[in-house]
């Protein structure tokens, strides 16, 4: 069983950055294939980014270079760094854990969101 809980969501304007943190509380955060996924308005969660055990990285399609998935096992924290955020990037981002190294990753934790609003 690991928690998760994000932050460094908020709201920025077109063009800015932020970072997402998700910290774990399992002592074996290692052990863990992570990601992010959003959940814009009315639409459905969707992947943004993932990394396995050995720090592989793939991202969802429409991520265009912008964002950067990152993980630090020292501190059990995984990271989202996301640059040039536009409009369109508005969503609850939701960090998830799993045990097994798919890819794309198959979630069997959730943390409960943090929502990030650009405007325009």
């Known amino acids: 069983q690991v928690q998760l809980v994000e932050s460094g969501g908020g709201l920025v304007q077109t063009g800015d950055s932020l970072r997402l943190s998700c910290t774990a509380s399992?002592?074996?955060?290692?052990?863990?294939?992570m990601g992010w996924f959003r959940q814009r308005p009315g639409k459905e969660r969707e992947l943004v980014a993932g990394?396995?055990?050995?720090?592989?990285?793939y991202y969802g399609d429409f991520m265009k270079g912008r964002f950067t998935i990152s993980r630090d096992n020292n501190q059990n924290t995984l990271y989202l760094q996301m640059n040039n955020l536009q409009p369109e990037d508005t969503a609850v981002y939701f960090c998830?854990?799993?045990?097994?190294?798919?890819?794309?990753?198959?979630?069997?934790?959730w943390g409960r969101g943090t929502q990030v609003t650009v405007s325009s």
């Open positions: 399992s002592r074996t955060f290692s052990d863990y294939a």
């Open positions: 990394i396995s055990w050995t720090y592989t990285t």
């Open positions: 998830a854990a799993a045990r097994s190294d798919y890819v794309p990753l198959r979630p069997e934790y």
